[in-house]
């Protein structure tokens, strides 16, 4: 098992929450893993083994080409996209990364079962034994009703929409970022507003709470027990994140 990482300890809360709630306001989940670029990835097949390890799971397969643009010039990326019979969990492959992602997100293990699937197809094609980075991200949308400051949201994050000085607020959000040399986290927050009706129609604000927990160098070995840690510290900034109300909610059967 790899060593704790200075990363670990940016958080300093530690949530006594967890694998309490029975619920959750997941809207996406991503992990990402990052390698040294293998260009052989862009040509117009994906690679044989990592179609066959993952066919059973990920049947339908797609190509993406991908535009990058720079000062006067720009650059095509081939994205290999694989997804799952309902489209519910998809995996991309380019060049330098790899990525999981679904909006079916139910319980860790689950998703942790599904990482281990697609990063034990793709350490047989990457040639690397290290990710240059792992990222894991948590998308969290908790309808708030009209006010996200009535103990919905940690009110350290929503303090100013407390205060009647601020009136008909269209716009409102923050950003974290903790960082050390081996990794990081970033919170960002604020509320989503509905395009969906006008006036006393509209429908009423959503708040999100965007977290994305990074770590730079992870052997291939050691990912699992690196991921493990930065699961735990992104559901320790979402436990401290919401309010009494949203934790109430999120325990109920």
Known sequence: MSSPLDADSLFRVSSTNRDRFKRNVLELAVCEFRFPTLLELSEPKPPAGFVHALRKEYPHIERAN???????????????VFRSTKGDWSIS?????????????????????RVANVVSAASKVIDSDFFTRVGLRYVNVVDVGENPANDWINERLVGPLKDSAFMQVHDYSGKIL??????????????????????????????VIDIDI???????????????????????IFDWAIGEKLRERLTLS
């Open 66 to 80: 991908e535009l990058t643009f720079g000062a006067g010039s720009h650059e095509s990326n081939t994205a290999h």
């Open 93 to 113: 492959l380019r060049q330098s990364m790899f990525a999981l992602e679904t909006k079916k997100y139910k319980d860790y293990e689950g998703f942790k079962r």
């Open 178 to 207: 903790m960082q050390s040399d081996d990794g990081g986290a970033l919170l960002q927050h604020g509320i989503r507003f509905s395009n969906l009706g006008k006036g006393e129609n509209a429908a009423p604000p959503a708040y």
């Open 214 to 236: 990074f770590r730079n160098d992870v052997l291939v070995a050691d990912y699992e027990a690196v991921l493990d840690r930065m699961h735990q510290q992104a559901f320790d």
